[in-house]
């Protein structure tokens, strides 16, 4: 049974003093355990940005990509190989906006993963520009007279295409964070997990006061259905707003094939694990009489 | 006449079955032992989707090189093919037609027997009105003595498993055709085609078809691709086998998804292929460049086209040389082949497999429309499962991973080549790896010394590549009056084209590259340096081998006959061009 310990690394975290970064990292390798993964059976794919970095600062399976294409790489590992645990983890530029083909495709199929997005709702590593997820009228560096755009709602967006795990943690909050995280793990279908969190450096007027005076958990909402996916849907609907911010599972259901459990090739086990030639040499003579 | 050499064209609208039925009468032509060369050709531009298929056979033992630009023997499924392509035909050639097209007075005064029949009304009264064209081939293989069997042989195998009655009406409707034929217009020229019955076995197939063929053998277990002319077939090809053959296939939402699919099955261990063109390849660039720096083996199939943008979606080029080989940002080994015949096709598959796993880098794989799409025959023996050897590189055990006690994935080597492990096979194969700069541990830094080392380590790659480069193909006599220069599907018509030079007492050799990338600067220098006159042939406008050959030997060719009208060069073309 693995501890915190073994997930620690001898890189420290580049991020800000005050950070939601931190909360998430914490929050990740807390569920690792509870959940009982051991370093080994984790591939955490992340994208570029502060907290793509995620998987540079623990000792976990990494792959570190590009910009926006996190989906894909993760899609393309666990389909090679679904004996690991898959993970993404990306801010909302990269899983919203550069990724936003990406997001749509990969909550149809399904795809067996965990996708935790890192909502801060401004790009951080580039300094303070207006992202898919910030309010109109945010001024940056590149809307200096305030962003045209409405923000993204992306568990809407998600449960419009048929998402079958859909969830909002905060930063601030590490134990429903957890989780939700550990939640996700045990869930059979792609899994989304969108977690606001502040920017200390970039966006301060979404302060920690300001989630806390407006969050609120779904659970302790009287007769809250998870399972309806409309009660979810009304749910979404409310943040980006001017009111309050649900928080936790809004939906989720387990009935739901993952795309991976359809595959043919994968009956005989995970890909990577399978003979590069499935039958006898001769067999293959077959491929060849097709063109005789 | 030459009987033992005859060119067919079958033109039709969209919807006639112009390209099963060119790629049935192929089939049979094979069969009979005959060496077959057939390439459909889409008109997009004309109203109704005009479109044609061209066979050219001959009856010997080494394989058709290249396409006539003139044909003995013209089926028209419809008055626009007869409008079209009636200036195509050699003098003294045939025109096949339903007698109700009214090709009599389309084709007064030109030199052409016209061979018509009732064929709509036959088909119907048969089988089906459909199998028209079934009639009109069953016509053509009576008029050049091809025996019947060998078509009602093809029709088994395209409808016999399907349906018993399309089948048997077709049958009826080829048998009925083909005797009538034989009694109202006899043999068309002065000795049936006949077949070879001692010829080796054949297969029919083109370039994709046999490099998807190349890939199931050889252990590529991982694809993932976005339709795009010409390259979908290759797609289509992996996707029909995937489930009996143990290979995952993923039509992606787009390019970009493709290639990252890819780089994530590759660091999960697995071969893996993609295929595209040249928008497509685009869009993928920015991937490459994730699989250079995180050396995941990567082989992508770029079936060229005319671009920019949309160009001529469904004609051939040979215009993406120096993008292949320059294309995405930084610097990084790649090895860059462009097969030229249906058996490198296939042999590459296996080569670029390999080659991408032992040198953990990116293997392109150049093919072109004209390769892509044409169907030729080829000696069975030359497509042996069991002469593809897979080789994997260097790889850690889970033995070799509890003896190290740790894993270094970037180690520092010598070739640059880190043993790899899959992930999380092991305890202590637990790494990163990312597309920054990073340690050996895998782990993001900006150390100028490590950055330093570690690019020089990728690149150390190169030199293991360029020991698996072969030099150009070199025919004709090894003193020659002119020598030309090309690479890819420009083979075929090129060898012709020598063999035609010397035939007629002048002397012609020629240097064809197929491995581009490391360019084969040794061996270009060889072959190249003592030659009187070298004339460049490639499909594309500005020369781009001839510029490579100069940028890596100093070598100037300028002397070139280039095609860039979407068309594959012919035989002709290229002795035209050398008059002109």
Known sequence: ?292 | MPVQDISFRIGGEAGQGVESSGAGFSLALTRAGLQVLGTPSYYERIRGGHNFFTIRTIKRREPVLSLAEQVDVLIALNRETIDLHKGCVRPGGLLIADEALGAGEAVAGLDLRLLALPLAEIAEAHGNVVMANTAALAIAAAAVGLPLKYMLGVIETNFGARSRAIAEANTRVATYTYDLATETFGLAFDAPLGDCADAPPRLLLGGNTAFGMGAVMSGCKFVAGYPMTPSTSLLEYMASHADRWGIVVKHAEDEIAAVNMCVGASHAGVRTLTATSGGGFDLMVEGISLAAITESPLVIFLAQRPGPATGLATRTAQADLLMAIHSSHGEFPRMVIAPHTPEEHFRTACRALNIADKYQCLVLVLSDQQSASSFASREKALFDPASLEIERGKWLSTEDLEAQGGYLRYALTDDGVSPRAIPGSHPNAVFLSSGNEHREDGHITEDPAIVRAMAEKRLAKMRGLEGEVRPPLRHGPAQADLTFVSWGSSYGPVLDAVNSLNASGRTANMVHFVDLWPFPKKAALEALGGARRLVAVEGNATAQLASLIRSQTGILIDETILRYDGRGFTTEFILAGLEG
């Open chain 1, 1 to 292: 049974m693995a501890t915190l310990q073994d997930f620690a690394v001898d890189v420290r975290p580049t991020w800000c003093p005050g950070c939601g970064d931190y909360g998430i990292w914490n929050a990740l390798k807390r569920a690792f355990v509870q959940a009982g993964f051991d370093p080994e059976d984790i591939m955490m794919v992340t994208g570029v940005g502060c907290g793509s970095k995620m998987n540079d600062y623990m000792r976990i399976g990494g792959l570190h990509t590009l910009h926006g294409r996190s989906l894909a790489v993760a899609t393309g590992f666990l389909l090679a190989n679904t004996g690991r645990k898959v993970i993404t983890v990306h801010g909302d530029g990269d899983g919203y906006g550069e990724g936003g083909n990406h997001f749509l495709h990969t909550v149809r199929r399904n795809m067996g993963f965990v996708d935790l997005v890192e909502n801060n709702q401004v790009y951080g590593l580039t300094r303070g520009q207006v992202s898919p997820t910030s309010r109109a009228g945010f001024r940056s560096s590149t809307s200096p007279s305030g962003a045209l755009d409405r923000p993204i709602n992306p568990l809407a967006l998600a449960l419009s295409q048929g998402a079958t795990f859909v969830a909002r943690g905060l930063s601030l909050d590490l134990p429903q964070l957890q989780y939700l995280i550990t939640e996700a793990l045990g869930h059979r279908g792609y899994a989304l997990i969108d977690v606001l969190q502040v920017c200390v450096s970039y966006n301060r007027a979404m302060s920690y006061d300001w989630y806390r005076e407006r969050a609120y958990k779904v659970e302790e909402e009287e007769g809250y259905d998870s399972s309806d996916q409309a009660v979810a849907m009304a749910k979404a609907l409310e943040y980006p707003g001017d009111g309050r911010i649900p928080t936790g599972i809004l939906y989720r259901t387990e009935d739901v094939p993952a795309y991976e459990e359809g595959i043919a090739a994968l009956s005989a086990g995970p890909l990577v694990e399978q003979p590069l030639r499935t039958r006898p040499i001769e067999d293959y003579e077959e491929l060849v009489r097709e063109h005789m």
